[in-house]
């Protein structure tokens, strides 16, 4: 009897392996433009619960198929009917009768989807560290946006950044309208020339509000692009902030198993 034909290998380890990979196709396709399925240990703990989850289903169905037979014809209907119910439409997330439906994976597709892109915006937020001036703002979210243009020519990614970057413009517009009226205010008090509580707060509100739409055009470099692309992002960063200024180590590292591996080499 030959290896492949062995029980082990037709029974588990042929429709593990067939499983993994079709599943991983059908990841990639289904978070395609949502961010990185590698891109932290968390999301890579969760796609791979996702992967053995599916193929652990696949092997329990080719076992338990040469058993249907034996299923009575009136559950069989009992089921099929009850598939057939109306259910009340309810939010985005996945339904719980979906959840128990399919062992799990639902759950678990929607928490790595919501991993995913925690992700992205932890690193956009860090990618913004000791960035603090609206100058700065700008010129990063004029560098990020023809980054983009240049590197993506669909049509809606191209509408999305010219989107975001309006945004992001009138943003630091109104963060730079707001620090220049609390400075004239500053100068024609004598008495108190130091900018008041709430001034400061009004200042350090629309610098967040700048910041939190650079955010937004850094998480679509980020969703469209590449690992290879992190030496050109850092280098857009390096012209505003160099490493050393804050103690910052520029734009972090797309964290994955394959990138450590790549540094060790």
Known sequence: MSWYQQ????????PAVVCAGVSWF???RHFHGKGRLLGSRRSTALACSVL????????GTGLLLPHLAALPPAAAGFATGAAAIPRKKQDETTQPYVK????GIAWLMERLEYRMRTDGLTWCDAALEGVRESTQLRLLAHGVRQYLLERHQLGAVVKAVNATYDAAEKAIDAALDVQTMIDENCRTRWLAPEPTA????????????ARTQCVHLLLIAYLHGRRSEQPEIEALRAKLVPEDTYRSAGVPTQRG????WRARG
Do not use: K
């Not at 053995?52 to 092997?59: D, F, K, S, T, Y």
């Not at 709430?198 to 509000?209: A, G, K, V």
């Open 100 to 103: 128990f439906m399919t062992l």
């Open 26 to 28: 059908g990841l990639l």
């Open 198 to 209: 709430h001034e400061r707060f009004e200042c350090r509100r629309s610098l967040e509000e």
């Open 257 to 260: 198993w394959f990138s450590r």
């Open 7 to 14: 029980s082990w290998w037709t029974h588990f380890v042929l």
């Open 52 to 59: 053995a989850l599916m193929c652990a289903v696949a092997i």
